[in-house]
């Protein structure tokens, strides 16, 4: 563990199929459902720009679910963050539900 008890982070490309890890990066999209769907609050983070992820030809996306809530408070579009949890593989597209977070500030200059 590191500092403020987090392990060391890895890329998005290199999360296991299953199993506990920790990566940072810069939220792209959110998802807000409907108010006749059950609650559920979904953010895609990722750690390349999309036209490099393309170039390389690997993912660089991982979707974050919180599950019973409608809003999760600082997690828009651009916010970055280090995240922690439970990997799965959900549509193609590496998930993890509930994660532990932390909203990572930019320094100012």
């Given at each position: 563990m590191q500092q403020g008890g987090?392990?060391?982070a890895v890329d998005i490309?290199?999360?296991p199929v299953r199993g506990r890890a920790v990566c940072s990066g810069v939220v792209d999209a959110v998802t807000i459902l409907p108010e006749t769907v059950a609650p559920a609050y979904?953010?895609?983070l990722t750690d390349r720009e999309s036209h490099l992820a393309a170039a390389e030809g690997s993912s660089h996306r991982l979707r974050l679910v919180w599950l019973g809530r409608r809003r999760v408070p600082g997690i828009v579009a651009g916010t970055?963050?280090?995240?922690?949890g439970m990997v799965a593989l959900r549509d193609g597209l590496p998930t993890i539900y509930n994660p532990r977070y932390e909203i990572i500030g930019i320094q100012e200059s």
């Open positions: 987090w392990s060391q490309a290199a999360l979904t953010a895609i970055r963050l280090r995240v922690e």
